[in-house]
DNA sequence: ATGAAAGCGCTAACAA
DNA sequence: TTGTTAGCGCTTTCAT
């Protein structure tokens, strides 16, 4: 029933109103002195044939897109859509536009993305995704547009790095832990081919070794970063160790299901049981109660990756050396964590 | 100090390989049949080149770029990733890709990502955010390519809509609580824009009134459909019925928030008051107990949606009747749900 | 089986 | 100030 009309051009314009397109382009971009009859007829028939620019046709011509590819590992995963909004929002304020995509854990995703962010031409890469195969970070180096990696370290970073202190921000986690008086920590660390579970496995040792705990009687778990590992972690971790009165977490979705797993093993948070996470994602402001977490300033993450895509592009001539910036963490105290229990509490 | 090189055209590949452009271009397409030689010169010259047709021509020159525009309201908001997701999949496998548009609870975003994606010349919009203003809806029924609302009922409904049985599910999730003994049950309902909401509202009454309950001593709340009014509600809520055994609330965002506030009232759940939700977002699991729900089928409304545009680009002579289809939705018991405590235990 | 040429809708020299 | 013209990189008749 309804009829689509194909979209007006530039030239059904330009007929209406009596002029050349060249007299078209040049009035709605705001070049030059037209006469203000030029501009009225043009308008005019701009208005009455609804017309738009084609940003296709534009976009071959300028050879410009005005388009960034951002590619995330997984968009169900809480710590993104802080990350995609800011880049979104940087991006708009600039005149660009970003699109998404989502690897779903999956290298060959990774790729198909690159493939195609780099087939319809985007000025620029953000590549925020720990699921990427070591050949596309050389691809990177050589892509024909400039890039740029969010929180995640490749081995050989020729590109610049936008990241967290992670070694840091667990610093700041452990040490908040044992303020309160707790001694006996743990932690359930996240895979070791993310290079931020690796860094933050280093932050708290540090942090221990620092406060004179042992090492090698601290006991470490490794989960997947996700809600399920944190629980299954939580329910081994406490009965191995149900001396255990404080819990590092990789992250907060390891936290959060660490809370789970120590509710399912009767334990109460935080009277008999600290759990603190990492990155603050927004869950942690939903649980009961609420999680204490370091945070990841992750919209400045992504609007400083916008910001170095658009000065790269405005610099063509600036030589281009990769940098890594890391920014640091915050920590945000809420309900889960309070002071060691008295240590008879729990050895009659 | 790296060399940005422009990506080699057609022309490259056709001068290197000693054919026309046009041999290049149906060798790549797989149409008609090229001598062996040929073929072999020409996939000699793409791998040399590293070659890798612009989608931007292509796009000019087909007048079809392969891609749909998804506007949602909030891509924080947990409803929205396995909707994305899906419809994400769906397109890919049948070689369309999806760019996403958030608009953040605004009408004006809402209009520009609409405005943006017809300039970027889309081959069908999907619309899942329920913030758009009146006359977008006007103007998507003439818009110059098919689409499809998601998630919403506008009250003209001019175009294909794909939502849920919004009204059957609260039905569910109340008899569910009456059916476990609960008589002084509450509803937290959205905001009155939310089509959903009104749906739900009176789902939620006409449960009620089918169980024989009165329908003017039942209290009705409304939130904001988010964490915080579902905390600020639960507060008000037990605070001037302390008898209510029993919440309804509109989604799932409102139930968490209904939790949290339960807990500061110092209710226990599910032991002395029971609470349901309605979406079955990924947070529902994640909370402890985890939230007793019923599910939306955001995955499959994504991938009807997807498919629907397909459907409709690939039969450009039938006639389009805009259609209502209405999704079961699906109750899922987890543990904030339990028999009614016995009556005694709250009037002493 | 392949090539020449036109044209998708736009912008940018260059002329007038 | 405005128009003419060429061309961005591709696909597709129409010839050959």
Redesign the interface.
């Known amino acids: 029933?309804?009829e689509?009309?194909?979209?007006s051009t530039i030239r059904d314009v330009a007929n209406r109103a009596g002029v050349s397109t060249a007299t078209v382009s040049r009035v709605l971009a705001g070049i030059g002195h037209p006469k203000a009859e030029t501009v009225a007829a043009v308008v005019a028939a701009v208005e009455a044939l609804d017309y738009?620019?084609?940003?296709?046709?534009r976009?071959?011509r300028m050879k410009r897109?005005y388009t960034f590819g951002l590619i995330i590992t997984d968009?169900?995963n809480?710590f993104f859509?802080?990350l995609?909004?800011t880049a979104?929002d940087a991006a708009?304020v600039a005149g660009y536009?970003i699109?998404?995509g989502?690897t779903?854990y999956e290298e060959h995703r990774a790729v198909h993305y690159l493939?195609?962010m780099?087939?319809?031409?985007v000025d620029g890469l953000i590549v925020a995704s720990s699921q990427v195969a070591a050949e596309a970070w050389a691809w990177l180096?050589?892509?024909?547009?400039?890039s740029v990696v969010v929180n995640v370290e490749p081995t050989v970073a020729t590109t610049t790095v936008i990241t967290s202190d992670n070694e840091g921000g667990i610093r700041l986690a452990t040490e908040h832990l044992i303020g309160l008086g707790h001694r006996q920590i743990a932690h359930v660390a996240g895979p070791s081919s993310f290079t931020a579970a690796t860094a933050r496995l280093a932050g708290f040792r540090a942090a221990c070794a620092e406060a004179g705990l042992d090492p090698d009687t601290i006991p470490v778990i490794t989960g997947d970063g996700q809600?399920g590992g944190g629980e299954a972690a939580a329910r081994r971790l406490l009965a191995e160790h149900p001396d255990v009165t404080g819990i590092v977490c990789y992250n907060d979705m390891t936290a959060?299901?660490v809370?789970?797993g120590a509710?399912a093993a009767g334990r109460s948070v935080p009277a008999d049981l600290s759990v603190i996470g990492c990155d603050d994602i927004?869950?942690a402001?939903?649980?009961?109660?609420?999680l204490t977490t370091v945070a990841q300033q992750k919209g400045e993450m992504g609007r400083l990756a916008v910001e170095y895509l658009i000065h790269v592009l405005d610099n063509p001539d600036e030589?281009?050396?990769p940098e890594v910036v890391r920014l640091p963490m915050i920590l945000r105290v809420r309900g889960t964590t309070g002071p060691a229990p008295a240590t008879g509490a729990r050895s009659r």
């Open positions: 029933m309804t689509r009309a194909a979209p738009r620019p084609s940003s296709v046709a976009s071959l897109t968009i169900a809480p859509p802080e995609v909004k979104d708009r536009s699109v998404l989502s779903d493939e195609l780099t087939d319809r031409r180096a050589h892509a024909p547009v400039p809600f959060v299901g809370l789970a509710r927004s869950v402001s939903w649980v009961s109660p609420a030589p281009h050396v």
